[in-house]
């Protein structure tokens, strides 16, 4: 059973720039979610994707969007980056028939540095 | 506005004593409450959770205890143990709110050999 994969593990870009991040769900797992982790506090939810479509989303722009493919891998997309968007973005994935808490799996995340 | 709190950024443990991580929460919706462990350079790995309707629940040296009265949590780690070393995550979900997890700041423990 592999686990979920974050791609890449460290990015740096520039104010203004876009961003794509990528994420593997965990074998068996068709919802995924995204947070963002600033240094020093916890993860931050995002929003979160069941059946190629956005069923939560947390307190961020529109310029934070997402998608998920067929296979359950997931996009983040960051346009017009600002240095607080520098954080580690994890991705999370699970399978909601599997019971509520437990079946919950991150990746070890992308570090994102804006500079 | 904080949710889940976390007020002890860290911890030192003597190896074999008793761990105590604590979390404070405000919003009285919340239906189950989890602790995750993460290392450096990876993900938050889950360690145990408990529904909002029990006070205990334990797993191996792991014992996480809820007092709702209070809006408290409490993970116990006993014995503690050198790979124990870790930043710790208290996260609670809201009822209906599918897997979203409101997560504290962590709190790092050091169990010192």
């Known amino acids: 059973e592999t686990g979920v994969t974050q791609s890449p593990t460290h990015l740096i870009k520039t104010r203004g720039q876009q961003v794509t991040l990528r994420c593997s769900s965990q074998?068996?797992?068709?919802?995924v979610s995204w947070y963002q982790q600033a240094l020093g506090q916890g993860p931050q939810f995002i929003f979160q994707y069941y059946r190629e479509e956005e069923n939560g989303r947390g307190n961020f722009p529109p310029r934070f969007s997402g998608l998920q493919f067929p296979n359950y891998s997931s996009e983040l997309n960051v346009n017009a980056l600002e240095l607080d968007d520098s954080a580690l973005y994890l991705c999370a994935s699970s399978n909601p028939g599997q019971g509520p808490i437990g079946g919950y799996t991150f990746g070890s995340g992308t570090r994102l540095t804006v500079v | 506005d904080q949710q889940v709190k976390q007020n002890s950024p860290s911890l030192s443990v003597q190896e074999g004593r008793i761990s105590i991580l604590n979390c404070d929460y405000t919003?009285?919706?919340?239906?189950?409450f989890l602790w995750y462990k993460k290392y450096p350079a990876e993900g938050p790995t889950f360690l145990i959770s408990i529904s909002s309707i029990k006070d205990k629940n334990e797993d191996g040296r792991f014992t996480v205890f809820l007092n709702k009265s209070a809006k408290h949590l409490s993970l116990h780690i006993v014995p503690s143990q050198p790979g124990d070393s870790a930043v710790y995550f208290c996260a609670a979900k809201e009822m209906d709110s599918s897997y979203k997890l409101i997560f504290g700041s962590g709190t790092r423990l050091l169990v010192r050999p």
């Open positions: 074998s068996g797992h068709n919802t």
């Open positions: 919003n009285s919706m919340f239906d189950y």
